[in-house]
């Protein structure tokens, strides 16, 4: 880890996040910072949000597929928390105002069955696929909230969950065998146009390599996963920016669709 100041760093990403202030980066104490420090800033953060956002419900994964690896150009995967206050079942309703620059993207999440403990790593790809209770289709709420991501680099994202501001989850689906993932397929309509599709393939190859990461990564090294929690793995579609009166649906084969209004 780096020098940084995690609690001093954990403080001014909830101060600006609270005050829907853009944030501009750590200045000079970002140099050199690296993951396993903006993990640790990350799970700070998550101390000052608890009265405004709930309880931690799951993680998001973003950068899992070539289509946001090359969109953000970062080529690895990244995990961010998802809160209880973010938390949507099947559409939501949801004012454009109330996000810096808010955008949607189409996932397969699954919600787990069984704990996966840090103490029980190195995880098996098996393993986790097994741990699997649910599989959801879902719309991942994203917030550009700040003043250009292109400058600050994965790990100062990372701190701030990596974009993540809410999820939008559809009917849990117990039928479907978690090895099955990787060929269902997925697609996002805006105001009735189709505008992307992909493959569960493309999650890192295999969606369940993606959960397989997290369940031995540095997000995770401290907490392990919990049965209960959700985690949204990856979207299949570039990243997109809808505005006022806008409607978006996403549906993925198998696991049914879910919606999402703005004014």
């Known amino acids: 880890m780096?020098?940084?100041?995690?609690?001093?760093?954990?403080?001014?990403?909830?101060?600006?996040?609270?005050?829907?202030?853009?944030?501009?980066?750590?200045?000079?104490?970002?140099?050199?910072?690296?993951?396993?420090?903006a993990y640790a800033i990350q799970a700070r953060l998550h101390r000052h949000l608890v009265g405004r956002d709930g309880v931690q419900v799951g993680w998001k994964i973003g950068c899992t597929t070539p289509v946001m690896q090359e969109f953000?150009?970062?080529?690895?995967?990244?995990?961010?928390?998802?809160r209880a206050g973010g938390l949507y079942q099947g559409s939501a309703d949801l004012a454009v105002a109330d996000y810096a620059r808010v955008g949607v993207e189409c996932e397969i999440a699954v919600r787990?069955?069984?704990?996966?403990?840090?103490?029980?790593?190195?995880?098996?790809?098996?393993?986790?696929?097994?741990?699997?209770?649910?599989?959801?289709?879902?719309?991942?709420?994203?917030?550009?909230?700040?003043?250009?991501?292109?400058?600050?680099?994965?790990?100062?994202?990372?701190?701030?969950?990596?974009?993540?501001a809410g999820c939008i989850l559809g009917r849990p689906v117990a039928t479907v065998a978690p090895d099955a993932l990787a060929a269902l397929t997925g697609r996002m309509v805006i105001d009735g146009v189709?505008?992307?599709?992909?493959?569960?393939?493309?999650?890192?190859?295999?969606?369940?390599?993606?959960?397989?990461?997290?369940?031995?990564?540095?997000?995770?090294?401290?907490?392990?996963?919990?049965?209960?929690?959700?985690?949204?793995?990856?979207?299949?579609?570039?990243?997109h920016w809808p505005g006022p009166g806008s409607t978006v649906e996403i549906e993925i084969a198998q696991l049914g669709s879910v919606s999402a209004r703005f004014h």
């Open 72 to 82: 953000l150009a970062i080529d690895r995967p990244c995990a961010g928390r998802i």
């Open 194 to 239: 189709e505008v992307g599709s992909g493959r569960g393939a493309e999650i890192l190859g295999e969606p369940l390599a993606a959960l397989e990461w997290l369940a031995n990564g540095a997000a995770t090294a401290e907490t392990g996963l919990a049965a209960g929690e959700i985690v949204m793995l990856g979207s299949l579609v570039r990243t």
């Open 112 to 164: 787990l069955g069984r704990d996966l403990p840090a103490s029980g790593r190195p995880w098996t790809r098996a393993a986790v696929g097994a741990a699997i209770g649910a599989c959801m289709a879902a719309i991942e709420i994203v917030d550009e909230r700040y003043v250009d991501y292109r400058t600050l680099g994965a790990p100062s994202l990372i701190a701030d969950d990596f974009f993540h």
């Open 2 to 37: 780096t020098g940084m100041d995690t609690e001093a760093a954990a403080r001014t990403l909830a101060a600006d996040r609270l005050a829907h202030r853009p944030f501009g980066g750590f200045g000079a104490g970002a140099d050199g910072l690296d993951e396993a420090t």
